[in-house]
């Protein structure tokens, strides 16, 4: 018996680019309030498929599918005194990462660049990962307006 389905066309759709997941990145960037904009300074935002062998190695990631973004660079803290020759932070998303997350997960992918991007910014604040769980939690824990 033959179905007719109605779903997406998915037939001739490739998955997103890496322009497109920086699209994603920098659309969530710029719906952020401008006075947190504004504090995050000269922060670079970019998107690579994985991270490198270097960092690999550094962080003892067993796969490259286990890291979804990086920090790297001094945290707001941490920048009273550059060092000389000190460049801008940088955060990279990891394409292929969060694209097997989001095949394993029932969660739209501009919620997870969002999620990814301000995870890696609160780095930039200076927030270890157990202090952005812990805010995660009491924003989850608060009750819908209406509900």
Do not use: C
Not at 63 to 92: H, K, V, Y
Request: hydrophobic share 40%.
């Amino acid at each position: 018996m033959a179905r007719n389905y109605q779903t997406r066309a998915w037939q001739n759709q490739l998955s997103p680019s890496l322009s497109e997941i920086e699209l994603l990145a920098m659309e969530t960037y710029a719906n952020l309030p401008d006075d947190f904009r504004k504090l995050t300074g000269d922060v670079i935002i970019r998107v690579a498929e994985f991270p490198s062998e270097e960092i690999m190695d550094h962080l003892a990631l067993e796969t490259p599918f286990d890291l979804l973004g990086l920090f790297e660079g001094l945290g707001i803290a941490e920048r009273w005194n550059p060092a000389t020759g000190e460049g801008p932070n940088r955060i990279t998303l990891y394409r292929r990462a969060i694209l097997d997350y989001w095949t394993e997960n029932d969660e739209t992918l501009g919620d997870i660049v969002a999620h990814v991007l301000i995870h890696e910014l609160g780095h930039h604040f200076g927030l270890s990962d157990d202090d952005m769980a812990r805010i995660e939690e009491t924003v989850d824990d608060r009750p819908l307006h209406g509900a």
